[in-house]
């Protein structure tokens, strides 16, 4: 099955650092990647939409210049949080879509906890 | 109005009952339905697509009205092991290939 892999899994910096997330399908192409953000006992909230070549799409309320996506091959999305401050600290997870029985399969990331002290 | 709202529960059940969960959507040209599971600070998994005729995995049966515009995942003699938020994924890839989640339905057994 497709499989996405997500790095680093586990992430602690400084106030005011900058900290890269890595996705990239391993077996697939991917031109359309997912940003998550979780945070503890709630539910999965849809950062931005990452577009193989192109912009990336953002949700209302995310701030792009802070949330930095690029999608620069059909198989690497990296998202960076640029100046991260404590209120960063969260479970950002990727996702991919691949051609499954008839429809788009959504395969997740295992995730990236980061914690800014 | 949320594109997909499910109940958050959450559902407290003993071993060995039968749960059922609920979910619903407002695209009516949405075209792929999922539900998804997600352990307790760890990535959703996938955990069965839902077709038109209804499908069953072992203990798991998921079905999807059209009609009514509802999916619902059914859980038989339900394990320990199953404790975990039930995700609810409706995909419409026409229309930018979105997928779009319900907040999840949290399911405790209780041994």
């Known amino acids: 099955g497709a499989v996405v892999s997500q790095h680093p899994s586990w992430v602690i910096c400084k106030s005011g650092t900058s900290v890269k997330i890595e996705c990239r399908s391993l077996?697939?192409?991917?031109?359309?990647m997912f940003w998550y953000r979780q945070f503890p006992k709630q539910s999965l909230m849809l950062m931005a939409t990452?577009?193989?070549?192109?912009?990336?799409?953002?949700e209302q309320g995310v701030e792009k210049d802070k949330f930095l996506i690029n999608h620069a091959s059909l198989t690497l999305s990296t998202l960076t949080v640029t100046s991260a401050h404590p209120e960063d600290s969260s479970f950002y997870i990727c996702?991919?879509?691949?051609?499954?029985?008839?429809?788009?399969?959504?395969?997740f990331g295992a995730g990236s906890r980061l914690t800014v002290l | 109005r949320k594109e997909v709202e499910q109940d958050p529960g959450p559902f407290n059940v003993p071993e060995g009952a039968t749960v059922a969960f609920n979910c619903t959507y407002s695209?009516?040209?949405?075209?792929?339905f999922f539900w998804y599971r997600q352990d307790c600070r760890k990535e959703p998994k996938l955990l069965m697509s839902?077709?038109?005729s209804g499908n069953e995995d072992g203990r798991f049966t998921a079905q999807l009205n059209r009609a009514s515009q509802y999916i619902s995942l059914l859980i038989r003699d339900s394990k320990l092991s199953d404790s975990a938020t039930y995700l609810c994924?409706?995909?419409?890839?026409?229309?930018?290939?979105?997928?779009?989640f319900g907040t999840g339905t949290s399911l405790t057994v209780i041994p």
């Open positions: 996702s991919a879509a691949s051609q499954g029985a008839g429809a788009n399969v959504l395969t």
């Open positions: 077996d697939f192409q991917a031109t359309t």
């Open positions: 990452s577009n193989e070549g192109s912009k990336a799409t953002y």
């Open positions: 695209n009516s040209a949405s075209q792929s």
């Open positions: 839902v077709y038109s």
């Open positions: 994924v409706v995909n419409d890839r026409y229309t930018g290939n979105q997928f779009y």
